[in-house]
């Protein structure tokens, strides 16, 4: 254990983020009452830091003076999302479930172009009070 374990935070468990509508902002719920919903991990988890670990090591074997193209740097921000999404429940704005199993290809082509979506979910990932543990002490 670290010396320093004292001021870490525990950032290893999902959290659930409300989708909220794009224009309303109210939550977006289904035609049974279900409000949509996206669990993730932290950006600072051990899933965010094993990911950028790998996208770091891919990007230094590029051959030297080789640029990333828009396309890929858009598929990496994908992926990083993608392999910080543990569940969803998805509803079109129409109010209607989207049944669209939760695989990896799934999760990234759904954050591959900037959306309301996914501006929403990078402002979730990157505030640390979502992943806070409920206490009396926060």
Do not use: C, Y
């Amino acid at each position: 254990m670290s010396k320093f374990a004292g001021l870490q935070l525990t950032l290893d468990e999902p959290a659930r983020m409300t989708i909220l509508h794009p224009v309303t902002r109210k939550p977006l719920v289904d035609n049974d009452g279900k409000e949509a919903f996206i669990e993730l991990l932290s950006a600072e988890s051990q899933a965010a830091r094993d990911h950028e670990k790998k996208a770091l090591d891919a990007q230094l074997q590029r051959r030297r003076g080789e640029v990333m193209t828009a396309d890929e740097i858009q598929s990496d921000i994908a992926a990083r999302i993608a392999a910080l999404v543990r569940g969803w429940h998805l509803v079109g704005l129409d109010g209607a479930t989207l049944e669209v199993p939760m695989t990896a290809e799934n999760v990234a082509e759904m954050f591959k172009q900037p959306s309301w979506l996914r501006e929403q979910v990078e402002g979730f990932l990157f505030n640390r009070v979502n992943f806070a543990p409920r206490s009396s002490k926060i």
